[in-house]
């Protein structure tokens, strides 16, 4: 795993060539804080193809799961039209 390093907000306004530069060459990924705090972070680009593509995944995946709930919910609401008619008829 690549390592984690932490610069100030304030530091990385002077340096942001060179701290850029050394993430894509290292793969190191930067924690960048701002009064102690965590602001963001700079990761190499690879990493962010990856989260963008684990994301992309995770849409795929909650948009077939919300495609099986309503194919779910419309067998029901079938069976419930059939089950009133069946009353009916009786």
């Given amino acids: 795993m690549a390592a984690l390093i932490s610069i100030t ?3 990385l306004r002077r340096r942001l060539g060179h701290v850029a530069s050394r993430v894509n060459h290292t ?3 930067v924690r960048i804080l701002s009064h102690g705090k965590n602001l963001a972070a ?3 680009i690879s990493d962010y193809v990856a989260l963008e593509e684990a994301d992309a995944k995770s849409l795929q ?3 077939y799961q919300m495609a099986e709930q309503m194919q779910r919910w419309s067998e029901i609401k079938k069976n419930i039209a059939l089950e009133r008619e ?3 008829d009786v």
């Fill in 27 to 29: 793969g190191n990924r």
């Fill in 9 to 11: 907000l304030s530091k």
């Fill in 42 to 44: 700079l990761v190499p």
């Fill in 61 to 63: 995946y909650k948009e």
């Fill in 86 to 88: 069946r009353e009916r």
